[in-house]
């Protein structure tokens, strides 16, 4: 059995005061907090490490400008192949670039921006998609909800690394 570990438990504290302040303010702003989430997790999926700062936001951004990009995309595939056909040329197309060209330009295409464009797809299907909007949570709110865990760990010290790490 394992003993409880006082600076994991403070650190779970100030990850839930953060998704408190979060989800108030996206409520009183009437935004969406996912895509600022999904740029945290993936944060601390890193570990996190302050080197994939940089790669994670570039990723996202990326991610949901491929959402955006989406229906001048298929619009052209559409007049040649149909919409459906359009649709599917366009997914992989999008797939293929993030993975064939990720090594080359790995700050924009990685595997964050395969996270966040599939997640973004799924998200549009809920009530009043905003990819535009997405785009600036994803930087934004994203860039501050790790700054806010970077500036915790930087109190708590090395205490806190060691309990985000297994987060």
Excluded: S
């Excluded at 994803?138 to 987060?167: N, P």
């Amino acid at each position: 059995m394992k003993i409880l570990n006082v600076p994991r438990l403070i650190f779970g504290l100030f990850v839930i005061g953060l998704v408190v302040v979060t989800e108030l303010v996206c409520g009183y702003l009437r935004i969406p907090g996912w895509p600022a989430y999904v740029v945290w997790v993936l944060f601390f999926i890193e570990q996190m490490d302050r080197r994939k700062i940089g790669p994670i936001l570039c990723g996202a951004a990326t991610g949901v400008g491929l959402i955006l990009l989406a229906p001048f995309a298929i619009g052209g595939f559409a007049h040649f192949v149909g919409p459906d056909i359009g649709r599917l040329l366009y997914v992989l197309l999008a797939v293929y670039t993030i993975f064939a060209f990720g090594e080359v330009i790995p700050w924009i295409l990685n595997n964050y921006t395969f996270m966040v464009v599939t997640v973004a797809a799924v998200a549009l299907g809920a009530a009043d998609p905003n990819p535009a909007l997405w785009l600036i949570i994803c930087v934004v709110g994203g860039a501050l909800l790790i700054a806010a865990t970077l500036a915790v760990v930087t109190v708590m010290g090395t205490g806190a690394h060691g309990a985000a790490e297994r987060v």
